[in-house]
């Protein structure tokens, strides 16, 4: 079990192509957090899962069958279905 489940359950429920969410959001949705590392670089919401890479995150919303576009400046992510 990771800590990003939440994140990935909420986006298989979506029935949505794209789904925005803040990074306050997805703080909710996790019940805890993110790193300080998600709110300071791009390549921490990479679309890379592999374990060598160590982007456990990332399974979550390639698991649900999307790919994530971040934001830093606006603190959002963009999830989209490719």
Do not use: C
């Not at 949505?16 to 959001?25: A, G, N, V, Y």
């Not at 997805?26 to 592999?50: D, M, T």
Request: aromatic share 10%; proline share 5%.
């Amino acid at each position: 079990m990771s800590i990003y489940d939440p994140l990935g359950s909420k986006l298989q429920r979506t029935r949505m192509q794209t789904i925005r969410l803040t990074f306050l959001e997805i703080e909710e949705i996790l019940g805890r957090p993110l790193p300080s590392s998600a709110y300071k670089f791009s390549a921490w919401w990479g679309n890379e899962s592999s374990r060598k890479a160590g982007h456990t995150q990332a399974r979550a919303w390639l698991h649900a069958g999307f790919a994530a576009r971040v934001s830093l400046k606006q603190q959002s992510v963009e999830f989209h279905r490719p």
